[in-house]
């Protein structure tokens, strides 16, 4: 059973820091690529970043990029997000989800329970 | 970035309706059309991908369809437990954009 368990989310100052981790299972966590998607409150869904399974390629939503960083540690099937120069409108729910692809398909076929994130003075 | 544009944002049916929520893109995305639903407070699930397939163990009142630009999700026979929002995405090109949503509501 795949199984997607994210930590680290809490209450942050704007501009500060927070790193967001996912613990994966349930599957051969290399051969996936992964992704972050954040609900804000009472909106909807918003992509934020993608990382492929060996961490040759990551992509970013124009929203975090050069303020959030996605890696991975596929020693310990595990997604990271690293938040800097947080702003009061990161505030959200973070979902990690596997990423499903080849040719024919790409969608995110799993999702973890999310952690929420508040960013406030 | 390519847009997603669902409509209507909000449906209000009753159990056993058939219904259609539709998504269309800003441009062609081919069949790069995800379908997610998701209840309240709860994360979203994966319900068809490639516009038109099932994920496992998805109920068949579910369906897709569409490619290029417009696309539709359909449910045959609302149940109880099909009420919630509804959201398309394309997987297209990267920013992968999602819908506003479509909620779903008991009348």
């Known amino acids: 059973e795949v199984q997607l368990l994210e930590s680290g989310g809490g209450l942050e100052q704007p501009g500060g820091s927070l790193r967001l981790s996912c613990a994966a299972s349930?599957?051969?966590?290399?051969?996936?690529?992964m992704s972050w998607v954040r609900q804000a409150p009472g909106k909807g869904l918003e992509w934020v970043s993608s990382?492929?399974?060996?961490?040759?390629?990551?992509y970013y939503a124009d929203s975090v990029r050069g303020r959030f960083t996605i890696s991975r540690d596929n020693s310990r099937n595990t997604l990271f997000l690293r938040m800097d120069s947080l702003r009061a409108e990161d505030t959200a729910v973070y979902y990690c989800?596997?990423?499903?692809?080849?040719?024919?398909?790409?969608?995110?076929?799993?999702w973890g329970q999310g952690t929420l994130v508040s960013v406030s003075s | 970035d390519i847009q997603m544009t669902q409509s209507p944002p909000s449906l209000s049916a009753s159990v056993g309706d058939r219904v259609t929520i539709t998504c269309r893109a800003s441009?062609?995305?081919?069949?790069?059309l995800n379908w997610y639903q998701q209840k309240s407070g709860e994360a979203p699930k994966l319900l068809i991908y490639a516009a038109s397939s099932f994920q496992s163990a998805v109920p068949s009142r579910f369906s897709g369809s569409g490619s290029g630009t417009d696309f539709s999700l359909t449910i045959s026979s609302l149940q109880t437990e099909d009420f919630a929002t509804y959201y398309c995405?394309?997987?297209?090109?990267?920013?992968?954009?999602f819908g506003q949503g479509t909620k779903l509501e008991i009348k």
């Open positions: 990382i492929s399974g060996n961490s040759e390629m990551t």
């Open positions: 989800a596997k990423y499903y692809y080849d040719s024919g398909r790409k969608s995110f076929d799993y």
């Open positions: 995405q394309q997987t297209y090109s990267s920013p992968y954009t």
């Open positions: 441009q062609s995305i081919s069949n790069y």
């Open positions: 349930g599957f051969i966590f290399s051969n996936y690529a």
